[in-house]
């Protein structure tokens, strides 16, 4: 669909008279995405370009090939730090994937003319999110403690090669590793309902437990409803109380 719409909105584009407006257009509303696929096509040639997918997450266009191969650039990449947004998100998916049950993004970093793209290969699983409320609902038990113990190992493991990430405050010992969106990025396998994997991590950062409970709360009415988030509470706090069990 997003595919589609830009598509349209880059030929339409072509008919703004003026040079400028119809430049600002591309960079501001489409995201200067004609240019990026253009440059991906360029740098990736081997790739099956006539049949990608195009997502809009929140701060990335996101290209994905037909074999399952992720390609991200910031939306505003002239402006906001790309490089140090992607290499601080691949720092972080590097370190929790040695002490997560589930799989993470595992990221490689391109520079290609000025843009900085993030790839990674796609994670097996469903969105969560998508799939009926009816069955989400049942299950949510198992997926609250999955999610409980994700979320207790990544807030209490020390993670000693992010130290410079660490907010230099009086009350660090309050602060953990926080996903900060997981609402809308938890993977299941739509068979046994348990989840494989964690996705989009470029909210990740060290913050307090109050935050990371409100991000699988948060946008999401539907996450909301399953009683997942009390579930995942449970379950942090059980491990948390009683941690050799």
């Not at 990335?60 to 505003?76: A, E, H, Q």
């Not at 207790?152 to 000693?160: A, E, G, H, L």
């Not at 946008?219 to 059980?238: C, F, H, Q």
Request: charged letters at 25%.
């Amino acid at each position: 669909m997003w595919r589609t719409f830009f598509d349209i909105l880059y030929v339409l584009s072509c008919f703004i008279p003026v040079r400028a407006w119809r430049e600002w257009f591309r960079r501001e509303k489409l995201f200067d995405y004609h240019a990026k696929l253009v440059a991906l096509r360029h740098a990736f040639p081997r790739q099956n370009w006539r049949h990608f997918r195009l997502a809009k997450g929140g701060g990335s266009l996101v290209f994905i090939t037909p074999n399952g191969t992720i390609y991200k650039i910031r939306k505003f990449h002239l402006t906001d730090d790309s490089v140090t947004k992607f290499t601080n998100e691949k720092r972080i998916t590097d370190a929790v994937r040695s002490v997560l049950p589930v799989r993470v993004p595992n990221i490689k970093i391109h520079q290609i003319g000025i843009f900085t793209v993030y790839e990674t290969k796609f994670i097996p699983g469903k969105v969560l999110l998508t799939l009926p409320f009816k069955k989400v609902y049942e299950y949510r038990r198992q997926i609250g403690a999955e999610l409980g113990q994700i979320i207790y190992t990544m807030f209490n493991s020390k993670f000693p090669e992010l130290d410079d990430l660490r907010p230099k405050t009086g009350d660090s010992h309050d602060i953990g590793l926080t996903h900060g969106d997981m609402c809308s990025n938890i993977l299941v396998n739509p068979k046994t309902m348990k989840i494989t994997g964690i996705i989009d991590w470029e909210y990740a950062r060290f913050s307090s437990l109050k935050r990371e409970f409100f991000g699988i709360f948060r946008v999401r009415r539907k996450m909301r409803l399953t009683d997942i988030g009390p579930e995942a509470m449970w379950e942090y706090y059980r491990l948390r109380n009683n941690p050799n069990k």
